[in-house]
């Protein structure tokens, strides 16, 4: 779930066209009931420029391919973030390294490309019960940080991990869960102001000159 659309594969991540409609039949499902989002399916956006061939999407696979930027965005977009891949290079507190740098993966005209992230696969994920695939969306500052214009405001948001289970969780949680999905804690995490603080929390070097995060 890595690509944002059949031709690009490194400029954005959060497309939910991998699944569906197999996965997720319903686009409304992909719209927060807290948020002005909408997914815009009527016949007319639902058609393709033809001009331009099938690589370029309809409006409607648009809204599927790119979550909305904030709670507040009725122009369309849906409601989540796609965490598809691991955040790196970073060595997290229960010692394992994600290094996704020079990944290299197939595009869909056989040629290969690098990204700098580590996708989530059979073969890379180990625990799908702690790893992180969807979150609400969040694309304003601080990023990764309940706001007000969050799809749940300050209090806290939406956490859906690969075996299927959902969790909502509270600022103050955020940089113990996200640290234990292998994903960079939130914005905010190492400042006494913010809601997520994590005073347990800390960042060193190891001796290879990877990131490390620990829990005191």
């Given at each position: 779930?890595?690509?944002?659309?059949?031709?690009?594969?490194?400029?954005?991540?959060?497309?939910?066209?991998?699944?569906?409609?197999?996965?997720?039949?319903?686009?409304?499902?992909?719209l927060c009931p807290s948020t002005q989002n909408i997914?815009?399916?009527?016949?007319?956006?639902?058609?393709?420029?033809?001009?331009?061939?099938?690589?370029?999407?309809?409006?409607?696979?648009?809204?599927?391919?790119?979550?909305?930027?904030?709670?507040?965005?009725?122009?369309?977009?849906?409601?989540?973030?796609?965490?598809?891949?691991?955040?790196?290079?970073?060595?997290?507190?229960?010692?394992?390294?994600?290094?996704?740098?020079?990944?290299?993966?197939?595009?869909?005209?056989?040629?290969?490309?690098?990204?700098?992230?580590?996708?989530?696969?059979?073969?890379?994920?180990?625990?799908?019960?702690?790893?992180?695939?969807?979150?609400?969306?969040?694309?304003?500052?601080?990023?990764?940080?309940?706001?007000?214009?969050?799809?749940?405001?300050?209090?806290?948001?939406?956490?859906?991990?690969?075996?299927?289970?959902?969790?909502?969780?509270?600022?103050k949680q955020l940089a113990f869960i996200y640290t234990?999905?292998?994903?960079?804690?939130?914005?905010?995490?190492?400042?006494?102001?913010?809601?997520?603080?994590?005073?347990?929390?800390?960042?060193?070097?190891?001796?290879?000159?990877?990131?490390?995060?620990?829990?005191?």
């Amino acid at each position: 779930m890595f690509n944002r659309n059949p031709g690009n594969y490194n400029n954005g991540t959060d497309s939910l066209l991998h699944i569906f409609p197999k996965y997720l039949p319903d686009h409304h499902i992909a719209l927060c009931p807290s948020t002005q989002n909408i997914i815009r399916d009527d016949a007319k956006n639902r058609e393709k420029p033809s001009r331009y061939g099938n690589a370029v999407l309809s409006n409607f696979e648009k809204d599927l391919d790119e979550n909305a930027v904030d709670a507040f965005d009725h122009d369309g977009g849906h409601s989540y973030e796609v965490w598809g891949f691991y955040d790196g290079v970073r060595r997290y507190p229960d010692g394992r390294l994600i290094n996704g740098y020079g990944f290299r993966i197939r595009k869909l005209d056989g040629s290969y490309t690098s990204i700098s992230h580590l996708i989530k696969t059979q073969g890379t994920v180990k625990r799908p019960q702690e790893t992180i695939l969807l979150i609400d969306a969040d694309d304003t500052d601080p990023n990764n940080t309940p706001d007000p214009r969050n799809n749940h405001g300050v209090f806290g948001l939406n956490i859906s991990y690969l075996d299927g289970h959902v969790i909502f969780a509270k600022p103050k949680q955020l940089a113990f869960i996200y640290t234990r999905s292998w994903q960079y804690p939130p914005t905010g995490w190492n400042d006494s102001a913010s809601s997520v603080y994590a005073p347990r929390l800390y960042q060193t070097t190891d001796s290879e000159g990877n990131i490390w995060y620990r829990y005191r």
